[in-house]
């Protein structure tokens, strides 16, 4: 079974630039979750998505949103980038119902604003 | 809310030895689950070990263990005959059951083996 995916790898952006990062879930995985992580930091909830619907939402600017398509697949969007938003952002997927608390992640796009 | 605290920015181990990682929590839930996941230099973050909070049991997984101090909120994970491997950054993790699947990490571990 194919793991999560994440395109691209690499970003270069400069500000006030937007941005789309893309994942595709572990098949039959329906929840995505969006994470960024930053130096010193850890990583930091972005929003969740279930069934095309956003289910949970983290504490990052209207700037930061997110969409699900049927097939579960899920894009992350940046407008108006500033230089705090470079970062590694990762995607995880995960199942629902039982085992649904285990999350898997994708490589993450490493995201530089210039 | 519920934060998360690692406070061992950096450790080092023997190849072989044992070393132990600490984590410190604060929720005022009671259902919630606890993870230790690693990060090698790939990027890619990968289960370590997980324990559900209503478990007194702590959970292994082969030279990996936790000990879950309930009370104290503390969550620490023990690698036992450390690998080289085993290098990477480690992140303790909090999950809520209440409102599912938004996690909070501590800020890292980064763990290396020495030869």
């Known amino acids: 079974k194919a793991g999560v995916t994440q395109t691209p790898r690499y970003l270069i952006k400069t500000r006030g630039q937007q941005v789309t990062l893309s994942c595709s879930p572990i098949?039959?995985?329906?929840?995505v979750s969006w994470y960024q992580q930053t130096p010193g930091q850890g990583l930091q909830f972005l929003f969740e998505?279930?069934?095309?619907?956003?289910?949970n939402k983290g504490n990052f600017p209207g700037r930061f949103s997110g969409r699900q398509f049927s097939n579960s697949r899920s894009e992350m969007n940046v407008s108006t980038l500033e230089l705090g938003d470079s970062a590694l952002y990762l995607c995880?997927?995960?199942?629902?119902?039982?085992?649904?608390?285990?999350?898997?992640f994708g490589s993450g796009t490493q995201l530089s604003v210039l | 809310a519920q934060t998360v605290t690692q406070s061992q920015p950096e450790m080092s181990v023997q190849e072989a030895e044992t070393v132990t990682l600490s984590c410190t929590y604060d929720?005022?839930?009671?259902?919630?689950?606890l993870f230790w996941y690693k990060q090698p230099p790939s990027r890619q973050m990968i289960l370590v070990i997980r324990?559900?909070?209503?478990?007194?049991q702590n959970a292994t997984e082969n030279r990996f263990s936790v000990n879950f101090q309930k009370a104290a909120k503390s969550f620490s994970l023990k690698i036992s005959d450390s690998q080289l491997g085993d290098t990477a950054m480690y992140f303790c993790?909090?999950?809520?059951?209440?409102?599912?699947?938004?996690?909070?990490f501590g800020t890292g571990t980064s763990l290396t083996v020495i030869p």
């Open positions: 995880a997927s995960s199942l629902e119902g039982p085992g649904g608390e285990k999350l898997f």
């Open positions: 098949s039959g995985h329906r929840s």
């Open positions: 998505y279930f069934s095309e619907t956003q289910r």
């Open positions: 929720t005022s839930e009671s259902n919630y689950y």
């Open positions: 324990q559900e909070a209503y478990k007194q």
């Open positions: 993790a909090f999950m809520n059951l209440r409102t599912g699947n938004q996690f909070y």
